[in-house]
């Protein structure tokens, strides 16, 4: 069994959790999120814990098991403190801009690119190199945040491109001329 699966998630107070069955539903002052359980998945909630267990000993439940427990606890944060992830842009000429829901992202392409930012995640621009995505679905806030870097993901010989701030660029050499 897993032991991630096995530690129990402590609920802070302000926040709200409701099992119906197949749809957890966690609210809290920041919003309110929503999934679906597996059915191998069984949930105990108390008045300030939810504990987690498995139905049969499968493979597919014991794989789901830590899965599910790590899933409703990033939903507990994310009601209640949220996520945030910062994106850099290094370039010369490479920029944000915000505009409304909108991302409009110079990246050395011939035109600029407006991305339009999902429902439930807020973009901020800090300077004109740095855009702080923040939301409390941090599974929907990493996949924002991957598909603004795959627009431009930086390349190892300069570095230019859109990198994550804490990501580290491994640098290469470039060529070197050869004499005859």
């Known amino acids: 069994m897993s032991r991630i699966g096995k530690r129990p998630i402590v609920v802070p107070n302000g926040?709200?959790?409701?099992?119906?069955?197949?749809i957890l539903t966690v609210r809290g002052p920041k919003g309110e999120l929503r999934r679906?359980?597996?059915p191998s998945v069984e949930l105990q909630i108390d008045d300030s814990r939810i504990s987690l267990s498995i139905s049969d000993g499968s493979k597919e439940s014991r794989s789901l098991f830590g899965l599910f427990r790590t899933l409703i606890s990033n939903m507990v944060v994310g009601v209640t403190e949220?996520?945030?992830r910062t994106l850099e842009i290094n370039g010369v000429g490479y920029r944000a801009e915000l505009s409304g829901d909108q991302l409009i992202l110079n990246l050395?392409?011939?035109n600029p690119i407006?991305?339009?930012v999902p429902?439930?995640?807020k973009a901020?621009?800090?300077q004109r190199n740095r855009i702080i995505?923040?939301?409390?679905?941090?599974?929907?806030?990493?996949?924002?945040a991957a598909k603004i870097r795959a627009l431009r993901a930086p390349e190892p010989y300069k570095g230019k491109g859109v990198k994550y701030l804490e990501e580290r660029i491994r640098r290469k050499a470039g060529k070197t001329g050869i004499k005859k």
């Open 108 to 110: 050395g392409y011939s």
């Open 114 to 116: 407006a991305y339009d």
């Open 119 to 121: 429902q439930g995640i």
């Open 36 to 38: 679906s359980i597996h």
């Open 82 to 84: 949220g996520f945030q």
């Open 15 to 22: 926040v709200e959790i409701q099992f119906d069955g197949a």
């Open 133 to 144: 995505l923040s939301g409390i679905d941090k599974e929907l806030l990493g996949s924002t």
């Open 124 to 126: 901020q621009l800090e």
